[in-house]
């Protein structure tokens, strides 16, 4: 099965260090990252898609994407 996941955070290192834990773990970078004004908070958020293929298994929306 191919997964897909967008993970987010604030513009700051927890960003980096969410995206490199992803990349420890097998899952791939998808395309640019993007970046968006929170009015709310006053912050800019970023975001980067990764995806991960895993074999042998198959998909349910019950998959908690984060462990795998």
């Avoid at 604030?10 to 992803?22: G, I, L, N, R």
């Amino acid at each position: 099965m191919k997964l897909y996941r967008l993970l987010t955070a604030p513009d700051d290192a927890s960003f980096c260090h969410k995206v490199t834990a992803a990349l420890n773990k097998g899952w791939d970078l998808h395309g640019s990252p993007t970046y968006a004004f929170d009015p709310i908070t006053q912050t800019l958020r970023c975001g980067q898609a990764v995806v991960k293929e895993v074999k042998g298994k198959d998909y349910t929306p019950d998959i908690k994407l984060s462990e795998q």
